[in-house]
């Protein structure tokens, strides 16, 4: 046997030696992270096959992954909160000086300025201002008219299908019915307020919210907020479903007997219906309660009293 096939066979079982090393060495952990078995049977592989090159190259990637990444990290300026941070950004001044409220620039003439007031409008978060481009629909220039068009057909199509989407879901009945209902009501209220809708697709909205409320009520009347209550009476308002209100009005005052929301729910009720009796005799209620009242009430109490 020549010198050069010695040292190969030397090579070759020293090399051999170095597998078997690294694979008992490592065995113990391997049993603890079983997932960790499969890469360490691959780099013995390498080891095995390529003789010096093999364990030259893991044991340099070792040490350049101490040297490099082995320091632990600075966090001194680092600040783990759950606390939600609010990001401010500059205000667009040179857009928000240009701002002027839908119904007053459906009044202008310059319809380029028109229209660039409804991309900025549809570029935001329309869902507050569907009122307002249902106004649109109306405008002389059919650009602005289609932009809204547009806007408003997918906004109340992507409305439609979440509402039902939330009924369905609320109608089976299980433990979380309630939370369900009241996500349906937040969700619709944004919505049905601003009376976008057709009468009768109104209603059936309105039909559904009832539901809603009904539901908690028996349910759980705890989560029927009088705030939930109001906005089902202003919903039926607008309808001049007065006997429904009157319904609600009561159930307010049975759950809510000091809220401003069941007083106030009853004078726009008696004002709408022009029954003055009951209007002034709710009102010298309200007055001679210890009820804290807000700016729009004490309007109203300075009007009539």
Request: aromatic share 10%; glycine share 4%.
């Amino acid at each position: 046997m020549s010198r050069i096939e010695t040292y190969f066979l030397l090579l070759v079982v020293l090399n051999l030696c170095i597998t078997a090393a690294y694979v008992l060495w490592n065995e113990q952990h391997w049993r603890e992270e079983p997932g960790k078995r499969t890469g360490g049977r691959i780099r013995a592989a390498v080891m095995l096959l390529a003789p010096v090159i093999g364990p030259v190259f893991f044991v340099a990637g070792e040490l350049a992954r101490h040297l490099l990444f082995g320091q632990s990290a600075d966090l001194e300026d680092v600040i783990f909160s759950k606390e939600r941070v609010r990001t401010h950004f500059m205000a667009d001044e040179e857009q928000e000086r240009n701002v002027v409220p839908i119904e007053e620039a459906l009044a202008i003439s310059d319809r380029d300025s028109l229209r660039t007031l409804i991309m900025n409008v549809v570029r935001g978060d329309v869902t507050d201002s569907l009122g307002s481009l249902a106004l649109a629909l109306d405008s002389e220039d059919t650009e602005t008219s289609h932009y809204a068009a547009s806007v408003l057909r997918d906004v109340l199509n992507d409305f439609r299908q979440h509402a039902q989407k939330l009924y369905r879901q609320m109608q089976k009945d299980g433990r979380e019915a309630g939370d369900d209902a009241c996500l349906l009501i937040e969700y619709m209220y944004v919505v049905l307020k601003q009376n976008v809708f057709h009468e009768t697709e109104q209603r059936t909205f309105v039909d559904m919210f009832e539901e809603a409320c009904e539901l908690l009520y028996e349910k759980d009347y705890r989560k029927l907020t009088a705030q939930y209550i109001e906005w089902l009476c202003e919903l039926l308002l607008r309808l001049k479903e007065f006997g429904r209100m009157h319904y609600w009005c009561n159930r307010s005052r049975e759950l809510y007997p000091d809220a401003l929301s069941t007083y106030t729910c009853y004078l726009k009720m008696y004002f709408t219906q022009e029954k003055k009796t009951e209007f002034f005799r709710e009102l010298d209620r309200l007055k001679a309660s210890n009820i804290v009242i807000d700016r729009e009430t004490l309007e109203l109490i300075r009007t009539f009293s």
